[in-house]
């Protein structure tokens, strides 16, 4: 109740009363909630554990089908945590760096296959989870946590020296730079989805047959590109908070 009664007052500052377009909005007592971002991540979050069941079911010495699409996407990230994480520190940060890569790599590729605008709801549209501002910086708060996580289990308070080195005159700016990971990383796939949407839909409209076809394609490719490099942020800014700006011979060699 307490929490609730929190969420409410926050909501009665007007803090940003101008919106884009139409949603379709689940009411929760005074709190409203974008129900159109839900149901397309509910069917990504679908289509992720339906996959994973469907790998796991009946396990194969030699992998096939969907086993062997599973495996190879485990070993992509883990690759990709180590090559950020170093061959010590990877291995716990693979769920999480795994489940942002994939979740937003689902998404974007169902904004590009999937043609939402044909389900109609009361009001405002359906879209990819990665279209919506408000999925961008959760999974930015969430990457931020994770590395200040990360930097306070590793190095306890010294990870406070980060922001006095090398000279308490960068204060300020040590600060500043914890507030512009999170904004850069939402706004940069936000923007990006975003743009590779209206584009596909403009020439949907102005030339309905073949031009948009090579856009989508391309647009298939941006989507991979853009998971890929939310996830590989991810992982450096984890690397940094546990390393430091000094870092150690393993930081240099990386």
């Not at 689940?26 to 554990?49: E, M, R």
């Not at 599973?70 to 990230?77: D, K, R, S």
């Not at 010590?88 to 994939?102: D, N, Q």
């Not at 939310?230 to 240099?252: K, P, R, S, V």
């Amino acid at each position: 109740m307490q929490m609730l009664s929190v969420l409410n007052a926050f909501n009665s500052f007007p803090l940003a009363e101008l919106e884009v377009g139409h949603h379709f909005y689940w009411q929760l007592g005074n709190l409203k909630i974008h129900g159109q971002v839900f149901l397309t991540s509910w069917f990504v979050i679908g289509v992720l554990v339906i996959a994973s069941l469907a790998a796991t079911r009946n396990a194969q010495r030699i992998p096939r089908g969907i086993q062997n699409l599973m495996e190879y996407a485990l070993e992509f990230i883990r690759d990709l945590a180590k090559n950020q994480l170093g061959e010590k520190e990877y291995r716990p940060w693979v769920p999480f760096i795994g489940t942002l890569f994939l979740f937003i790599f689902v998404s974007n590729w169902s904004g590009a296959l999937i043609p939402w605008k044909l389900i109609k709801l009361p009001s405002g549209e359906l879209a990819a989870p990665t279209n919506d501002i408000n999925t961008t910086v959760a999974l930015a708060l969430l990457t931020s946590l994770a590395y200040f996580y990360a930097g306070f289990s590793k190095r306890g308070l010294g990870y406070f020296k980060k922001y006095i080195e090398p000279t308490p005159v960068l204060l300020p700016i040590a600060i500043l730079e914890d507030f512009t990971k999170p904004l850069s990383l939402s706004f940069r796939l936000f923007g990006n989805i975003l743009a590779d949407e209206l584009v596909v839909a403009v020439l949907v409209l102005l030339v309905p047959l073949f031009i948009p076809l090579p856009v989508m394609a391309l647009g298939l490719f941006t989507s991979a590109i853009q998971a890929l490099v939310f996830a590989t942020l991810a992982g450096a800014y984890i690397h940094e908070a546990m390393e430091g700006h000094g870092g150690d011979e393993h930081e240099e060699h990386h």
